[in-house]
């Protein structure tokens, strides 16, 4: 009898969560435009392979290259002036917001690419310390090159000699950046990229909640996911599943760190914060954030950066000439010869320039207001500013934007960087990347260590993407590529 009369009352409980679901549906979101619709109906996929394609299409096509999805309430701009607006000029009146914190918050926590005002000021303050300290470029010019003559290299040896096998790069480059940043990051050696590539749970469970927590914030209708997370069932109960993952990883870190305590003489970034708080899951949040920051980002740009260059052998040429010019000086060896590659800064730049591992970046207006372009902005509109479409822009790179061309960031040969309100790919203005010189330093150590030794055939057909939504860019299917040695 008691089982009868739960299940009624459970069949009254889905049929009014429908109702609300309807009612919700008709009244919040109703937008019969063409974009809109395309949208909605995912027809604009039969004529673009991603959705940051189609998006660039309609910047393109946009006198003021801006436009509106009014289902998402979503303003979208790729004009740079707009951008400057938002990250520095009004920064106060484009914060994160609290819709997006509610999207990310079970992954990310209170960590700080989720909050705003003074928890987001004293994690930047911290996050500063440590990665804006002068030694900590070389630091990472350690690490980094560890993992390459340790790992990297060796695993792709074997991968070569062994009937010039087919790697996926994209894997190989996710399990670098992941033991790259625990071990700069955190003082922890997780040894993902042991040359047996052992699979893990952890890093697919890592790819699982970023992917799922990217999809809340694509739906037109957020109470969705918020039901099925309230009822835990289908995508909302594999991404508690996956979290539950990686927060074990990341208490187990924190374990070692305080087990380590005073033994280890290096300070790092998660020493620092522990010094100023015990709550463990607070600790758990750093983590996380920093753990997201580090791995798929760097994955990211080094995946995209292959690509292009498995497609370029005369950009190949010219960074083995540059290299070679400076190893007859000395060797490199240290972090101050890696600056002094420009013709390797510049590929590095103009690799991310068409493949941004962070494709676009949203805000939420906190009153009415009217951009640079005129557009006007409603209060509690989604601004969002598109990485990828701006650097396809023909308005911001000349005729020849489509082109993989290093020179364009060389002026009589150095580097020379433009406003970074064109170029946002480790954003700008006030919440600019605190790991860029890191990125960098990581990004040019691996093309340089893998272009010396090997030459890369692609598997992978060239031409179009295909991406998968997460919070990265991340190649659907990865990277397959052919190393062989190279005679030095
Ligand atoms: C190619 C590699 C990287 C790219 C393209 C990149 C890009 C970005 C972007 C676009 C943001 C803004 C995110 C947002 O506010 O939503 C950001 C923020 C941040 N990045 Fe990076 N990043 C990279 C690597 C790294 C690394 C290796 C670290 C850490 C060592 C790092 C640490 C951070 C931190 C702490 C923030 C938050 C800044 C703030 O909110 O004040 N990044 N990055």
């Known amino acids: 009898m008691e089982i009868q009369n739960s299940s009624i009352l459970m069949v009254f409980l889905l049929f009014f969560i429908l109702c ?9 979101v109703q937008c019969n435009c063409k974009i809109c619709h395309a949208y909605i109906t995912s027809s604009w996929s039969n004529e673009f392979d991603n959705l940051c394609d189609w998006y660039t299409h309609l910047l393109k096509s946009s006198p003021t290259k801006t436009i509106h999805i009014h289902v998402l309430h979503n303003t979208i701009t790729s004009d740079h002036q707009n951008v400057e607006y938002m990250l520095k000029t009004r920064f106060e009146n484009y914060p994160k917001g609290k819709p997006f914190s509610a999207i990310l918050g079970d992954f990310l926590g209170r960590g700080i690419f989720n909050v705003d005002g003074d928890s987001w000021k004293f994690q930047r303050k911290m996050a500063c310390l440590e990665l804006g300290k002068m030694s900590m470029r070389s630091h990472a010019f350690e690490v980094v090159n560890h993992e390459i003559d340790h790992r990297l290299i060796p695993l792709v040896l074997s991968v070569s000699r062994k009937d010039h096998k087919v790697l996926d790069l994209q894997d190989v480059f996710k399990r670098f950046s992941f033991d790259v940043i625990c071990k700069f990051s955190f003082g922890y050696d997780p040894k993902c990229l042991d040359e047996s590539l052992p699979m893990s749970d952890l890093t697919n469970a890592f790819d699982l909640a970023s992917q799922l927590s990217a999809q809340r914030a694509m739906k037109p209708y957020q109470l969705v996911w918020k039901i099925k997370r309230m009822l835990n069932i289908g995508s909302e109960k594999r991404l508690k599943e996956s979290i539950k993952m990686v927060n074990m990883f990341a208490h187990e870190v924190i374990r070692q760190r305080i087990k380590l305590g005073s033994c280890s003489n290096h300070e790092d ?30 994955a990211s740009a080094l995946t995209g950066l292959f690509w292009l260059l498995a497609q370029h052998p005369k950009i190949v040429a010219t960074i083995r000439e540059e290299a070679l010019r400076m190893a007859k000086h000395e060797a490199l060896t240290s972090f101050p010869q890696l600056h002094e590659l420009n013709y390797l800064q510049a590929t590095v730049y103009e690799g991310m320039r068409l493949l941004p ?49 290093p020179e364009r960031w060389l002026k009589d040969g150095v580097f020379y960087q433009e406003t970074p309100f064109k170029y946002p790919v480790f954003q700008a203005g006030h919440r600019m990347c605190l790991g860029k010189e890191m990125a960098l330093v990581e990004l040019k150590c691996v093309v340089l ?15 179009t993407l295909k991406f998968s939504p997460g919070l990265t860019a991340t190649f659907a299917g990865g990277l397959a590529v052919r190393f062989s040695e190279r005679d030095m």
């Open 20 to 28: 609300c679901i309807l009612i919700y549906c008709k009244t919040k």
């Open 269 to 298: 970034l998660l020493s620092r914060f522990m010094a100023t708080t015990k709550d463990p899951n607070y600790l758990r949040d750093i983590v996380i954030s920093f753990l997201l920051a580090g791995r798929d980002t760097v």
């Open 357 to 405: 591992p962070i494709q676009f970046n949203s805000k939420f207006s906190q009153i009415d207001d009217i951009l640079p372009d005129g557009t006007s902005v409603k209060k509690g509109t989604r601004v969002t500013y598109h990485p990828y479409a701006m650097g396809r822009m023909e308005s911001i790179w000349g005729s020849d934007y489509l082109d993989f061309k």
């Open 449 to 463: 260590s893998l272009l010396q030794r090997f030459d890369i055939e692609l598997e992978t057909p060239a031409g």
